[in-house]
């Protein structure tokens, strides 16, 4: 894979040109800004994915405030897992035995190693939820991070609630609108998803419990076609960070956007 992306680096990609990058996208100081990020899309970084974090933080500055997703998947009920499933005679000693969540410990699942780094990051703060955290750094972190619900783990009292009243913009660093997250606030603000129950371990009283809360039926299949539709009618400014395709826009447009498109082309469950 690396002798790959060196193949396919014209120049290697460090954290002032990556800076710079940024800037001429469009990413400026005091921005509060949601990334979601693929490092092999930049091409070879001096640095890995310290080189690209620490790139974003001097593109937004410490007045700013940077955001990434710190969803842990793993940590759930085992009866719902599909991808890949585990034996049913298996999920009663997953439920007892699983770590409870820490947001220290508990790494993210499937976000990529951009987001996997920021959350240990000194100085990043990481709310409180099993499943749906988010890695906050920057002047408005603890407002993010902080008060995060059990329940409608990407609602209103989630940080992508926060994120919507700072007026927060996006920013897909080589990926597109199938990773959207807020358009998970959408979904809730459009009422187009049953309420369903969910379980993941916790440390409740200073002990280790098995908590049940309530989400939505979370579903992100149709996101693609929404951003297609949303870039459609709406400023989304392109350009080129490294290698990777990036694309920056107001997450508060899209968001209502959403929820437009949702209520039109989503039957109610």
Same mark, same amino acid.
């Given at each position: ?11 290697? #990609?460090?954290?002032?040109?990556? #800076?710079?990058?940024?800037?001429? $996208?469009? +990413? ?6 949601? +990334?979601?990020?693929s ?33 842990s ?5 085992p009866? @719902? ?11 009663e000693?997953i ?48 407002? +993010?991070?902080?008060?995060?619900? $059990? @329940?409608?783990g ?11 009243? $700072?007026?927060?913009?996006v ?34 009283n200073?002990?280790? +419990?098995?908590?049940?809360? $309530? ?53 109610e469950?």
């Open positions: 894979m690396e002798k790959q992306l060196i193949e396919q680096t014209d120049t290697p #990609r460090t954290t002032e040109s990556l #800076r710079k990058d940024l800037q001429l $996208l469009g +990413v400026k100081p005091g921005m509060t800004l949601i +990334v979601h990020s490092l092999k899309s930049i091409g070879w970084v001096c640095g890995d994915s310290q080189a690209v974090i620490d790139a974003l933080m001097d593109a937004v500055t410490a007045d700013g405030t940077l955001i990434l997703p710190a969803h998947a793993a940590l759930s009920d009866a @719902d897992w599909i991808n890949p499933p585990v034996p049913e005679n298996w999920w000693t439920r007892k035995t699983m770590p409870a969540f820490d947001p220290k410990k508990t790494p993210t699942r499937g976000l990529g190693v951009i987001a996997e780094r920021f959350r240990s990051y000194p100085e990043v703060l990481r709310s409180y939820h099993p499943t749906m955290s988010f890695s906050a750094w920057g002047k408005k972190a603890a407002y +993010v991070t902080n008060g995060h619900t $059990l @329940d409608d990407l609602g209103e009292q989630s940080p992508l609630g926060k994120a919507y009243e $700072l007026d927060a913009d920013l897909f660093l080589g990926t597109d609108f199938d990773t959207h997250t807020s358009f998970h606030l959408s979904e809730h603000r459009s009422s187009v998803r049953k309420a369903i129950s969910k379980g993941a371990p916790i440390i409740e200073g002990k280790r +419990v098995w908590k049940n809360f $309530l989400e939505i039926d979370y579903d992100d299949e149709q996101f693609g076609e929404v951003g297609k539709a949303f870039e459609s009618e709406f400023p989304v400014y392109g350009g080129k960070v490294g290698s990777a395709s990036c694309k920056l826009f107001k997450m508060r447009s899209s968001v209502d956007f959403g929820v437009k498109w949702m209520k039109e082309n989503i039957k469950g």
